[in-house]
């Protein structure tokens, strides 16, 4: 089945020790995102890819990166992580087809990452 | 600045009877609206959509019910059943300006057996 895959599911890091996360879709979608969702919140919105144009949010701190090398594969990188970037990461993709944030989003089961 | 905002964080229904999830938005250049189910460690899952032009739309089990006028949105689960406990969000996305999905929230839905 068509699917966003993201690996690990769970990540243990120390604190400052660069993590980075995966996201691969089988979907063929033009569109790739990252969220991080902190617990009993909703999913904030940390940049995408429209095809290989970054664009990030304006509130998304420095300490985070990404990198989409294909269509299928985006990277959430973490430099320095800290205790409160513990969270989930969603990654989520959608068709592009039209406009980038008009087609439905489908997400990825999520990275939970605790930090040491 | 605008928001997606949910009536009530926790919602608890027997099962089998049928549940009603409220949304409210205040962005009215919103045009199209989403809802979201997440479980218990897992991403959120497409339930269903419904565009500006529209005020009602159903799918198994589920009628999404859109009020421009007052800016509200509801989700509708109708016979709900153990699967259904789970945190349910809206979002909603501008077609102008800030094109964004915009999440709310949330409400956690349990059902009773």
């Known amino acids: 089945d068509a699917m966003v895959i993201q690996n690990p599911r769970y990540q243990v890091t120390q604190f400052g020790k660069p993590v980075t996360l995966s996201c691969s879709q089988t979907?063929?979608?033009?569109?790739m995102y990252w969220y991080q969702q902190k617990s009993s919140q909703a999913p904030k919105l940390l940049f995408h890819?429209?095809?290989?144009?970054?664009?990030n949010e304006a509130d998304t701190p420095d300490n985070f990166q990404s990198r989409r090398p294909n269509t299928s594969f985006c990277f959430l990188d973490i430099r320095s992580p800290g205790l409160g970037d513990a969270a989930m990461y969603l990654c989520?993709?959608?068709?592009?087809?039209?406009?980038?944030?008009?087609?439905?989003?489908?997400f990825g089961p999520g990275t939970r990452l605790t930090v040491l | 600045g605008e928001s997606v905002g949910l009536h009530l964080p926790t919602l608890s229904v027997q099962e089998g009877d049928n549940s009603i999830i409220n949304c409210a938005y205040s962005?009215?250049?919103?045009?199209?609206f989403i809802w979201y189910k997440q479980e218990s460690g897992k991403g959120p899952q497409f339930i269903i959509d419904?565009?500006?032009?529209?005020d009602k739309r159903q799918g198994q089990r589920v009628t999404v019910l859109l009020n421009k006028t007052v800016k509200h949105l509801s989700l509708q689960i109708a016979a709900t059943q153990p699967g259904d406990s789970a945190v349910y969000f809206c979002?909603?996305?501008?077609?102008?300006?800030?094109?964004?999905?915009?999440f709310g929230t949330g409400t956690r839905l349990t059902i009773i057996p």
């Open positions: 979002a909603e996305v501008s077609n102008f300006g800030n094109e964004k999905l915009t």
């Open positions: 989520a993709t959608s068709e592009g087809s039209s406009s980038a944030y008009t087609d439905t989003q489908y």
């Open positions: 962005n009215s250049a919103s045009d199209y």
């Open positions: 419904i565009r500006s032009n529209m």
């Open positions: 890819y429209y095809d290989k144009d970054f664009n």
């Open positions: 979907l063929n979608h033009n569109v």
